[in-house]
């Protein structure tokens, strides 16, 4: 027997704080927004201008460079690689600071594990 759930789903619930905090957070040509957005097995992270509506850089964990180096790793230690990837694409292009946009995901566990690694390989925000 299944039961029908009363109100919104979780995937919803994120996408309704994904929009309320988008109608702040805007990505310019000096500082694009830093995007996360997380599955259930992947990561992937995209630098954005807005004004023009381009993607800058981007990196997720679906890629060759970051699927060889998965194997045996947690979920977050994996975003970590994403986070430094995303960096180092991010500074090749010029860009050293960004607005970072969560994407309604908390901040913690893959999300908060990326920042901090995009942190550390050069990005500001």
Same mark, same amino acid.
């Given at each position: 027997?299944?039961?029908?759930?009363?109100?919104?789903?979780?995937?919803? @619930? &994120?996408?309704? &704080?994904?929009? &309320?905090?988008? @109608?702040?957070? @805007?990505?310019?040509?000096?500082?694009?927004?830093?995007?996360?957005?997380?599955s259930?097995? *992947?990561?992937?992270?995209?630098?954005?201008? %807005? %004004?023009?509506? *381009?993607?800058?850089?981007?990196?997720?964990?679906?890629?060759p $460079?970051?699927?060889?180096?998965?194997a045996?790793?947690?979920?977050?230690e994996?975003?970590?690689?994403?986070?430094?990837?995303?960096?180092?694409?991010?500074? $090749? +292009?010029?860009?050293?600071?960004?607005?970072? %946009? @969560?994407?309604?995901?908390?901040?913690?566990?893959?999300? +908060?594990?990326?920042?901090?690694?995009? &942190?550390?390989?050069?990005?500001?925000?």
């Open positions: 027997m299944v039961i029908a759930s009363k109100g919104k789903s979780a995937a919803k @619930r &994120r996408i309704a &704080r994904h929009l &309320r905090v988008r @109608r702040k957070v @805007r990505g310019t040509a000096g500082r694009p927004r830093l995007a996360v957005f997380r259930l097995n *992947h990561v992937y992270a995209q630098v954005i201008d %807005d %004004d023009r509506g *381009h993607t800058l850089a981007a990196a997720s964990t679906v890629e $460079e970051v699927k060889s180096q998965v045996g790793k947690k979920k977050a994996v975003s970590k690689l994403v986070g430094k990837l995303i960096a180092s694409r991010a500074l $090749e +292009k010029g860009i050293t600071t960004v607005v970072f %946009d @969560r994407g309604g995901f908390q901040y913690h566990g893959r999300v +908060k594990a990326l920042a901090e690694s995009a &942190r550390e390989g050069g990005l500001v925000f």
